[in-house]
């Protein structure tokens, strides 16, 4: 059977899809142009058509991995007619090494790499920015409505993000034996902690 023909924009989002895969599969490090293009049946100078070095690959592909989930958390931190609280502790769950997120080992992968490679450093520095102003806005709207209590926002989302990510590479990288519930608890005594949340406030249905 024929191969269908694909537009530029679909070949790029295809070749983008199966390096995320193999990057997955043998790390940043390892994986290979050719790895890719045996993986889509194609060839390997098809791939370095649209992305002229393996950096350039593997920068585009971990930006096309991580805006997944930062769209999903920008949906989570947005819901109308939701308090700033219930939307902050839902989206910091989910983004917990205990939650749904998919994109931790990827993640460590990229910020391993990052200091090696100049473009995936800036496409990983980019996408923590992104990060943490969607976590900042939820919690100056939360300051406004007198849910929350913090004068530096942006230093709170700091703190609480590096624990975040802190816990992930633990969970990750060493399987480290600690149950959904601490870890999950854990998340809760830092929104506690840096917000002024009351407990019984954290958890209410609102």
Not at 37 to 58: D, I, M
Not at 101 to 116: M, P, T, Y
Not at 164 to 183: H, I
């Amino acid at each position: 059977m024929a191969r269908v023909r694909l537009s530029v924009e679909e070949r790029r989002a295809e070749i983008l899809r199966v390096a995320v895969e193999q990057i997955e599969d043998r790390g940043v490090s390892n994986v290979r142009i050719a790895d890719v293009a045996s993986a889509l049946g194609v060839s390997s100078s098809l791939v370095l058509y649209h992305f002229s070095t393996k950096e350039l690959l593997v920068a585009e592909a971990f930006a096309h991995a991580a805006q997944g989930d930062l769209a999903h958390l920008r949906r989570l931190l947005s819901k109308p007619r939701t308090s700033a609280t219930r939307r902050l502790r839902s989206a910091v769950r989910w983004y917990a090494p205990t939650g749904q997120a998919k994109g931790w080992r990827l993640w460590i992968e990229g910020w391993a790499a990052a200091l090696r490679e100049p473009a995936l450093r800036k496409v990983t520095h980019d996408l923590d920015e992104q990060w943490k102003a969607a976590i900042v806005q939820v919690v100056e709207e939360g300051v406004a409505a007198g849910e929350f209590v913090c004068d530096r926002p942006a230093d709170a989302v700091w703190r609480l993000t590096a624990q975040l990510d802190g816990l992930a590479v633990q969970m990750t990288s060493y399987n480290v034996p600690l149950s959904r519930a601490t870890m999950l608890e854990w998340v809760d005594d830092a929104l506690v902690r840096e917000l002024g949340i009351a407990r019984e406030d954290l958890t209410a249905r609102r």
